[in-house]
Structure formats: C-alpha cells, structure tokens
C-alpha cells in the first residue's frame, strides 16, 4: 500500500472522529438541542412571606434559598420587597437571604422570585461527605428499642444503600413496638428523621437532611424532607416516609440541614407559601439565557452563537455552501452527472435562494440563452476571449437591468432579485456552454446545462431545509464529517451509477 493512501485514510479516520465527537459532546454533554423547534421546561418560583412587625423595633428576617450548585440552573433571581435592605449571603452549602428594615409596623408581605430550568444543569454536588460518625447518647428503653432494631436491619442488608433503605423500613412500620417507643406518639415526618439520625448513628452511619421544593405542585406551604448519605463514592438520596431512592427530577433542593426556613427578628407569626409554574421555551433560547446566567456553561461564547445577529445570519448561509459543494460531488463522482463545473451549480443554488426555485430558473434559462446568442455573434466576428468575456459580461448586466425594469412595471416584484445573480458566475456559464457546443455538439451543451440547473435545484433544496442549516450551524463539527467524506471520495476510482447503465449489457456477459 502506498504512504499516500495509508496518510490519506489516516485523516479520513481522524476527521471522521473528530468530528463525531465533537457533535456527540455538544449533544449528550452539554445537552444542546437537535432541533431548532425543540422546547424546554421552565419553572418560576414565588415565595411569599408574610408576618406582623412590632412596632419600634428594628425587623431581621433571615431565609434559606436554594443554592447555585444544584442539577437546576438560574435564570431569572429577584427580591421584591417595600422599605427593607436586600442582602443575600453563603452559608456552608446554603444561601441565606436577609431582609432588614429599620423601622417597620403592621403586617409586612415579602417576595422572593425564581426562575430555573434543569437544561445544562449539573447532575448534583460532587463533593465529599462524612462516612463515619459517633452515636448518639440514649438510655433506657429507648436505648433497648434501637439495638432491637439493628439486629435484623443488620442480617437484611449489604451496604449503607440496603442498610438505610431498611432502616426507613422499620421506621414507618407503625405496628412495631419498638418504632412506638421511639417516636413516643409523634408520627410527623420531622420526628421520624430525628429517631432514623438516633437508629443510624447508633450504626456510625450519618445522614443530613435536605429540603426540597416538589416541583410537580403548583401551590403548597411547606418543602419536603429528605435525607442523604455519603458511602465513599457518592451521594444517596432517600424519602424518609416511603424510602425512595434517589432524587426525582422535580424536586429543587432549597437548603441542606435541620435549620428552620425563616428565623425572625423583631416580629411574629411569618410565615411562607410557595407558588409554582411550568412553562415551555424554545431550547436553543433557553441555552442562550442560560449562557448569560451560568457562568459554568459559556460554550455558545465560543460557538457561532456568539457573533452578532446580522453576522450569524450571514454564516448561516456561507455554512452551507459545503454542504451543497458535497452534494455536487457526489452527484458526479458517485451518480456520474456532467456539471458546468463543481462549484457553479452551488452558486446558482445560493442564487435561486433570494429569487425563489421557479423563478430563478426561469431567469437563468432566458438569459443564458440570450447570451449564449451574443457569445455566438461574437465568435463570428473572431474576437479574442477577453474581449469576448467583457462584452458578455456587459450584455448580460443590461439584460439583468432590462429584466428587472420590465418587471417592476408589469407588477412581478420577485424579478427585481434577478441582479442578485453572480454576473460572472452567468457569464462563465454562457462562456463554457458555448465551448462545450463547439467542441463537443449542441446536444451535450443543452444537456449539461439541463444537469447543471437540476443539480443547482437540488444543491438548493437540501441547502434550504431549515432544520438541516440550523444542524449544521449549531453543530460545526459535522464539517469535519464531511471533509472525511470529501477526502474518501478523493480516490473513489469505481463505477458511476450512470456508467453502470451505459455498460449493463457487459455486465451481463
């Protein structure tokens, strides 16, 4: 085998995978949407808080609110509220928002407003947690209901996940006398946690508690418990009423441990209700707002995404040119089609993409045909190419002109886009069909202008489809998919499809 065929095949490789995986990283990584029609869920968040200030008394009240870590990513944060300092602050893995007011009195209503998406958000926190802790101190019979329960907790699971999922197990087990003992009449999820931290501890297994928000409800007045552990590789997530595993989609965690929500300075009886709405956004919009929002995803700042709308428009066209430059290719080195040249159908196509498929067509054909009558009178008077060049290329800008004015004023508005063709694409064109009538007979001329515009029509079509443009231009590494192809072809040596109609009676020998 020759160097060049072993380099070349290397590089058919390389670009073909380079490619690949440059588009399966944008898609299953960084989760950018496929198609430009497709929609994703937004979820705005109100949180209304309400108490009743005391008179004379300066007001502090501190809140949890969900920290920026989480598998949701931030669209939209706001405080809304009238005669109270703002200030939002970390605390541990939580953020706590305070509001302070100097002199307040009467009933005071906050609001707290969050948009959020899962798109382009984390699968949650990557860091470590406590695998070991020390038990918690319990006497009496309290301390004889929790060996009881360790005993067949122990003889029924494997693990930290098995050993928690029964630990909640018995927990909830009503029936038992021992869970009776320990929970001492208080069957409310808040107490049930506190006695599965008193049982798994006594294990020197520890837990935390997370809060989070259901999602899935559009009102409700409280966060849902649950608890999380740490095994030594990562996170588990379990609810302490039905032991669930695993943290569903819907739920926003809204801060980590056993803190109250709200605590109140110089006032009484606050409380919160939540709201919840669901909504739908285009998904390549919705990545945009969350490059503007995120600083963890800024890959639309290093994509075409990036330049300025006139200039995206711009290479939303110029990107397509290679996939048209392919189809050509393939139509004359695979199907075996004769074309004026490998790159003047692609031109035309992007031609009849301002005069429409129909019209373009027409116009093309009239005034190739015009010129090819001028190109012929010129031939007669034996002019030298250039010479003859620029009096075509002069003749077909009057009739470009001549075109375009008669059209405006019989009323045909779309005719007006005929200067848009290339002039010395058009000219070219007339100069090479006239060579190729020469040299080879009208029949051929009139047939390789015929498979010219037929290939430029389909160079159009697939260059138009919106859904393949917005592919392409969100998805560049597919041009290197196509340089592989491109390259492979390069030394495609076999039979055209039209060549093995030409030759089925040898084939059938």
Known sequence: MRPQSVHLKILVFLFAVAGLVLTAYQIFILNIPITEHETDHLWN?????????????????????????????????????????????????????????????GSQTLFYRLVVTSRFGAEMPDTEGP??????????????????????????????????????????DNSNDNVKVLLNGDDSTANK???????????????????????????????????????GDNWLYFNPITGQKG??????????????LMELEGGSRPTVE?????????????????????????????????????????????????????????????????TLGTFTPVLIALAFRETGLGFGVALFTVITA????????????????????????????????????????????????????????????????????DERGGNTAFKEGVTTLAAAALAHYVMSLPQLRYFVFTFPGVLLVMVALMLALGRYRGYRITELFRFKELLKD
Do not use: C
């Open 274 to 338: 939540f709201t919840v709405s669901r909504s739908e956004m285009n998904a390549i919009r919705l990545a945009q707002l969350v490059r503007d929002a995120n600083s963890a995803t800024r890959f639309l700042d290093n994509s075409l995404y990036g330049l300025p709308l006139s200039d995206q428009q711009t290479y939303q066209l110029i990107i397509m040119i290679p996939v048209g430059v392919l189809i050509i290719l393939l139509l004359r080195n695979v199907v075996g089609i004769q």
């Open 45 to 105: 968040i109100d949180a209304k808080v309400e108490f009743k200030a005391t008179n004379g008394v300066p007001v502090k009240l501190q809140m949890f609110v969900p920290p920026q870590n989480t598998r949701f990513v931030t669209l939209n944060e706001s405080f809304i509220s009238k005669n109270f300092g703002v200030s939002v602050n970390k605390a541990d893995d939580n953020r706590l928002i305070t509001w302070s007011s100097r002199r307040s009195s």
């Open 193 to 231: 946690v506190d006695v599965l931290e008193t049982l798994l501890a006594a294990a020197h297994v520890p837990i935390e508690r997370i809060n989070t928000l259901n999602l899935a409800q559009s009102s409700l007045s409280k966060t849902e418990l649950w608890i999380r552990s740490y095994n």
């Open 247 to 260: 943290l569903p989609k819907d739920r926003l965690i809204w801060w980590y441990g056993d803190k109250p």
């Open 370 to 437: 015009l010129g090819l009558t001028v190109r012929s009178y010129l031939e007669y008077l034996k002019l030298q190419m250039l010479p003859r060049l620029s009096v075509v290329l002069t003749f077909v800008v009057m009739l470009m002109a001549a075109i375009s004015l008669f059209s405006h004023k019989v009323g045909l508005e779309s005719a007006l886009s005929v200067s848009l063709f290339p002039m010395v694409i058009l000219t070219m064109t007339i100069e090479r069909l006239s060579i190729t009538w």
């Open 131 to 172: 695998v070991y802790r020390d038990p918690i101190e319990v006497e009496g019979a309290e301390k004889i209901a929790i060996e009881a329960l360790l005993a067949p907790i122990r003889q029924y699971s494997a693990d930290i996940e098995t050993f928690i999922g029964e630990a909640i197990k018995r927990i909830n």
